[in-house]
């Protein structure tokens, strides 16, 4: 009940902040940025998966009361998506969990965990959030000594071997060009060929074979170095790498004319210097420059300089400056792109958190207190909301500093590409991590910024913010298009806890809508269409319920985790101690034998081959279905027109191997197909579709004036289960003793002292435990805290 009325005062003190906030008209779309912060990264089959969203205003990080419904999905490394919850926002927070068992299709391997709303879909791939996590079989990895989701030793020496051997060093100079006679930063990267960061070592020579800089990577295979680059020489660099592989690369060309920009902090000042030679000063006397500095899109500071000697420097203010990426672009008299450089500001915030335990050490089962406290420096309570995840280290203390809430809002969601190790350059304990991240922008996030240009909406195809599920379509007459006006809806949702009853009246184009519905889990939907007589008339055609997921594209790319056999050893220890036994888990068998509802087909390559998957199966009709199936196109629904993509002749039709007319297939439930092949080769296209029945026990059909469906409503988020010695429950203690993560809490908010405390109880495992807490201020100041203890006897 307390937790309840803190949540309660978070979010009634959020909602003052947005209301405000949304007064505040940008010159950029309202665009959305998501993160979430998981448990762990690497679980174990027969887990949970836990997460909480933060959703906020991608301008300002402000907490965004935008949407209601985020997608998170679970993503196989061949492309599948094993589950899919539609998550709750309220006022962008929201939280929820999987369940990594095989019976949902959970198998080892590499996954990727992504996150999005509806709206987000119109700004593109680089506002969906991804996350690797690994998934391990801990009892097949012992019994097998060579399974195909583990590298074996050998494997990882000759995969090592083949990447030093295999490896490129990219250069970019501080701006963008090289420019004679004009002293120059040249920022470096080097990567093996999986992308991997190497250490290098190197030297610089001119084309006269001169010595003229040596160098070396100082972090995650980058660095930089400094040079004059002269009139008439091309430039060069031997590289080699800690194991002796040598590699010999160009520099980029040296330009004669141009301006270039850098930035230097110099005594606590952010200098912004404009640099040229002589030769475009003569051509150019008091050439009249543009600076203007934007900051996730938004110009904050737009100066002009008159350009008179070869170099100028001034001061960017800090009180004009906001916190995290800048990209600074230098324009000429003609409004020409000149150079440009991104930086990093770190500002000072006048916020205090702190993240406590009780105590150092604990003996197993034993209660632990957190104490989380969120105060102005001066001790004024600030508000927020932070998510607490408690986690078994399992002999792994090496902090692997992966992706955090701060990484990714302040750097991560402005660069294009995957980033290493991320969470490096936000560990205050680290006095290098500013240079690191200099160099990091230096290189990768050279002329690569994601708010490099205004993100462009489509208002053709504008995909709108959802606030609750709808569920629309129209009704028609049954033999014709013409729409039914005033035909009166009636709509029942009834599950196991709520039933919801509504209706509708169908507008002057026969179309009726129920928005912005509020249901949990699976539901089943009845829909009655009469009309102003009462009486059942007139055929109902659905909208889709369900969003079509965004085309999944997974790169295959090599995932070494150094201490994963460290790791799943320990666990097995731990299990094996306490005699955990493996979920009910058996090996995948493959059977082949003909299916007894399927005759032989007589095509052997399809064009294309299209497997339902979950969201397949929650569709209204067969056409929904065919309307993504890759290489099919539905040219008139009433009519029943199909079309094969680049074929002109209409394709035969076949279920089960039977030929069959285009309405037939209204008898084929979404959830019934197999597959679907689409075939070009045979002179006629033809479209193939396998059920699991036999085609011609046809189910009763349901009448066109009436829907019955069982639909998927928001998914219901559990309560981590912590056990309670008070409490004794025989049949979760038993496993929960050895959990790996100790404890989950997605709301903690501190109360109007700016402070709160949990507790739990620790699991009967000697071991030392990771206590993580991130979240965000409602002013929009991304959070992270990380403290340690141990459990012994």
Known sequence: MIQNKKTLCFLLFL??????????????????????????????????????????????????DNSNILYVELISDDSKMIARNKTNLEMGLGHGDFQLVDSVGVKPGIYQLRAYTNWNRNFGEEFVFKK??????????????????????????????????????????????????VASVVGFKAVDSNGKPIEIKGELLDSNNELVTAFESVHDGMGKFQMVPMEGKTYYAKIKTLSGEELKTELPNVFQQGYLI?????????????????ITLSQNSNAFLTVVCKAKGIPYLETTQT????????????????????????????????????????????????????SNTYGPNEKTIVYVSTVSKDGTPKSASFSLSVTDTNGVEEDNFESNICSYFLMESDIRGKIHHPGYYFDNNNPKRLDHLDNLLLTQGWRDFVWKTTPKVNEKNLFKPEKGITISGRVKE??????????????????????????????????????????FDKTNMYLNSVNEKGKFRGEMVLDSIERAPIPVRLKKELFLLPETKQITENVLNKFTAFGVKPENVLNEVVVKSKNKYWQ?????????????????????????????????????????????????????????????YNYDLDYILPNEIVKIEVVRELGVPIISIFINRNWNDKPKKVPVYAVKQEIEGFSTARIFYSPDPEKPNPMLNKNSAVRNTIYWNPFVHPDGTGETSVDYYNTNVETKVKVALEGITAHGIPVVKTTYYSIKK
């Open 132 to 181: 690797d996590i690994e998934i391990i079989d801990v009892f097949e990895e012992h019994s097998q000594s060579q399974s195909k989701h583990t590298i074996s030793e050998n494997q990882t020496k000759n995969i090592r071997k083949k990447t030093q051997s295999n490896f490129k060093v990219d250069f970019f100079p501080e701006g963008g060009s090289l420019l004679e006679n």
């Open 600 to 660: 032989p087909v007589y095509y052997k390559n399809p064009f294309s081959t299209y497997t339902p998957d979950i969201v397949t199966k929650t569709l209204v009709s067969i056409w929904d279905v065919l309307e993504i199936v890759p290489g099919i196109w539905v040219k008139d629904r009433f009519d029943r027109d199909l079309r094969v993509v680049g074929e002109k002749d209409v394709p035969s039709i076949l279920v089960n191997g039977f030929g069959v």
């Open 478 to 519: 049954v033999f014709s298009d013409k729409p039914l006006i005033n035909n009166n809806l009636t709509l029942a949702l009834m599950n196991k806890k709520n039933s919801i009853f509504l209706s509708a009246i169908t507008d002057s184009m026969g179309r009726f809508e129920f928005k912005n519905l509020m249901f």
């Open 262 to 278: 850098s930035f230097r902090t110099i005594k606590g000042k952010n200098i912004i210097s404009i640099t040229t030679n002589e």
């Open 307 to 358: 350009l008179t000697e070869t170099s100028l420097s001034f001061e960017l203010p800090k009180d004009k400056t906001p916190n995290g990426i800048s990209q600074i672009t230098l324009f000429d008299n003609t409004n020409k792109p000149q150079s440009e450089r991104l930086i990093y500001i770190e500002k000072e915030h006048d916020l205090d958190v702190q993240l406590l335990t009780d």
């Open 15 to 64: 909602l003052s902040i947005v209301s405000f906030n949304a007064q505040d008209k940008k010159t950029i779309p309202d665009i959305e940025k998501i993160y979430l912060h998981t448990d762990r990264s690497t679980y174990f089959v027969g887990e949970d998966l836990w997460y909480k969203a933060y959703n906020v205003r991608a301008s300002n990080n402000l907490l965004f």
